[in-house]
């Protein structure tokens, strides 16, 4: 009886993390305007999404939604704000790879996560898809004000 009692418990904090992190996803689906970009009529006459968060998300902003779901993801971790945003970036430009061959200047690869290698002269600072999500790094980080967070370390 007091496993079922904690399971419960457990499923419900669960339940209370995903409405939470629905909300945050929807907010932030918001903010990036992505209703601008919807076929559907009533997305753009409510100017939010009236359909599915994650598949608007997906299909209006590719390469900057898994973004947005790694900085929760790490929020939730309990990281702070700007801690999960640093370790999304890093992701999202790929891992550095460094091979010193013993003469000459070593050369730096970037791994990107389709595991193709690209040489650089020198590491990217920013993320090839910052276009997309623009209106969140902004204004001081303002929409991660609502999002959830986990227990800190």
Known sequence: MGRAKKADAAEKLNAEEQQTLAAALASTLDRLQLWRKCRKSSCRRKQACRGDVEKCGAGHCPRGWPWVHQVFKAMLEGRSPGAA??????????????????FGEPIRWL???????????????????????????????????????????
């Open 85 to 102: 945003v640093r370790a999304a970036n890093r992701r999202g430009l790929g891992r550095r790879v460094v091979i010193d061959c013993g």
């Open 111 to 153: 791994m990107g996560e389709d595991g193709k290698a690209t040489v650089v002269d020198t590491w990217p600072t920013r993320v090839p898809f910052e276009a997309e999500i623009k209106p969140l790094i902004g204004a001081g980080g303002a929409w991660l004000r609502g999002a959830p967070r986990g227990q800190t370390k």
